[in-house]
């Protein structure tokens, strides 16, 4: 398995979750979206440690 494949599952598993945790406690389209992103971004560098290419 890849880091893609491994992100894209993790990305896949817990997206509803993530997006309903964040819509509820925001309220906040703009707000539910960038928490979204950053909850993602981390779990991408904690796959990708920053010395290793992108993906």
Known sequence: M???D???A???????AV???AARRTGSP???AGIISET???ARRRIRPPSQPHF
Do not use: K, N
């Open 6 to 8: 491994r992100f894209e």
């Open 2 to 4: 890849t880091q893609r």
């Open 19 to 21: 997006h309903q945790y």
């Open 30 to 32: 703009d707000d539910t």
């Open 10 to 16: 993790i990305y896949d598993a817990y997206y509803p």
């Open 40 to 42: 993602f971004l981390t």
